[in-house]
């Protein structure tokens, strides 16, 4: 991260933590799936029985799935943190949602104002004939 783009080192500090998470995490599943794939190939040669060092194997693979399963879950943490990060501080978006939506209002409030003010004038002249009528009429 580059102090030319202008960010606040506040902003930058965390863009650096969530590269850094990123790295670690994506070294973590990758150093863990060579190390599985080592093992299954079973070249190394130890004094233990092969039963045993079947064992030992089957639990390092247990492990070291289980450390790809939390690298992969640490990820999507970070996915979710950087959206929020986004949806909470992407201040120009926001704005730029919030000046769309009063555009938008204002347009809805003026045809409904001039729709108000056409059913007035349509209510008044109708209001006018029935008056006219009722005045003019021999059954008052």
Known sequence: MSHS????????????????RLKDDVKSMLENFEEIVKLAKGENETQLSKM???????????VRAANIVRAGE?????????KQYLILNDFPSVNEAITQNSKLFRTKQAECDQKLMSLR???AADLYDLEEEYYTSIYK
Request: net charge negative; hydrophobic share 30%.
């Open 5 to 20: 783009r202008g960010l606040p080192q506040s902003k930058e500090a965390l863009l650096k933590s969530y590269t850094t």
């Open 52 to 62: 045993t060092q079947s064992e030992q194997d089957t639990y390092e693979m247990h």
């Open 74 to 82: 640490s990820l999507m943490k970070l996915v979710s943190d950087i």
């Open 121 to 123: 004038d349509d209510m």
